[in-house]
């Protein structure tokens, strides 16, 4: 079945360690990316990519990194600078511009 | 101003009724619109995608945009129960990126 993962489901990390998040799908989509969400609120963009070997900064991409070598993955790295990592993150990819969004399950990140 | 706004709730309506649910943006050559359905501790799932003014139903759900007025709304018709979650608008402009609203929480009471 077609469609995209994130792993692992549920994510613990001490303060001050970087973690990289997986996502990867099989849906043949051109376009990934990463969104960040804290209780009670929306989604928050954190890194975008489009095309292999190219991305862009979404509206809170500090203390995060991504890389895009193929088009099926996009992982993310929470790094020690981000001051407050502790959230879910969902990976979402599209097929072209314009065309919706489908998410993986999310991975929930504790950082204590 | 938010880029997407809505009203966090939580909108109470009977089992049913009429959900309505609104959203503004801001961004006037915003192309494309979403709404979606979060359910507590999951990922979103795609309920419609609207793209021109006017319009658009699929069984219950009719999502309605007047891009002039920078407004998109979703109407629930016979709300269930099981609609009871949080609803979130999306909007996608020419640069790709899809901002979300907040969400509105929606509680359909038996």
């Known amino acids: 079945d077609g469609g995209i993962t994130q792993s692992p489901k549920y994510l613990f990390r001490k303060e001050g360690q970087n973690v990289t998040l997986s996502c990867e799908q099989n849906l043949n989509h051109d376009a990934m990316y990463w969104y960040r969400q804290d209780p009670g609120q929306g989604l928050r963009l954190i890194y975008y990519s489009q095309i292999v070997n190219d991305f862009q900064k979404g509206d809170i991409a500090e203390g995060y990194s991504v890389s895009r070598e193929k088009k099926e993955s996009f992982p993310l790295t929470v790094t020690s600078a981000q001051k407050n990592p502790t959230a879910f993150y969902l990976c979402?990819?599209?097929?072209?511009?314009?065309?919706?969004?489908?998410f993986g399950n999310g991975t929930r990140l504790t950082v204590t | 101003q938010k880029e997407v706004e809505q009203n966090s709730g939580p909108l109470s309506v009977p089992e049913g009724a009429i959900a309505s649910l609104n959203c503004t943006y801001s961004d006037r050559v915003s192309q494309s619109f979403f709404w979606y359905r979060q359910y507590s501790g999951k990922s979103p799932e795609l309920i419609m995608s609207i793209y021109s003014n006017g319009d658009k139903e699929d069984g219950r759900f009719t999502a309605q945009l007047n891009k002039a007025s920078q407004y998109v709304s979703l109407l629930i018709r016979d709300s269930q129960p099981s609609d009871s979650a949080t609803y979130l608008c999306?909007?996608?402009?020419?640069?790709?990126?899809?901002?979300f609203g907040q969400g509105t929480t929606l509680q359909v009471k038996p």
């Open positions: 999306a909007v996608m402009g020419n640069t790709g990126k899809l901002i």
């Open positions: 979402a990819s599209s097929s072209t511009g314009g065309s919706p969004l489908h």
